[in-house]
């Protein structure tokens, strides 16, 4: 998030990427390691990259209320500890 800007549009791309580069290839990983090869390999990539992208907004807005709900700050400000 250091590259993105203070615009919305700037911090939704760079969450964006930041999300898909880092969840769809342990995503691949783990289906490549079930027995997906070949095409329905590729397929379960683009479609769980797609479903990261759509999803992960509202899932955040989520875990947000859930953070909320429990006095705690919202995801960023601070890393979750135990032990703080």
Same mark, same amino acid.
């Given at each position: 998030?250091?590259?993105?800007?203070?615009?919305?549009?700037?911090?939704?791309?760079?969450?964006?990427?930041?999300?898909?580069? /880092?969840?769809?290839?342990? #995503?691949? *990983?783990?289906?490549?390691?079930?027995?997906?090869?070949? =095409?329905?390999?590729?397929? $379960?990539?683009?479609?769980?990259?797609?479903?990261?992208? /759509?999803?992960?907004?509202? #899932?955040? *807005?989520?875990?947000?209320?859930?953070?909320?709900?429990? =006095?705690?700050?919202?995801? $960023?400000?601070?890393?979750?500890?135990?032990?703080?």
């Amino acid at each position: 998030m250091k590259r993105a800007s203070q615009s919305r549009v700037s911090m939704l791309l760079w969450d964006s990427i930041a999300l898909v580069s /880092f969840q769809v290839p342990i #995503y691949a *990983a783990i289906i490549a390691f079930s027995g997906a090869s070949g =095409g329905g390999l590729v397929r $379960g990539i683009f479609g769980a990259a797609l479903m990261m992208l /759509f999803l992960g907004r509202p #899932y955040g *807005a989520f875990l947000n209320g859930v953070r909320k709900l429990f =006095g705690l700050p919202p995801g $960023g400000d601070k890393p979750m500890s135990l032990n703080s």
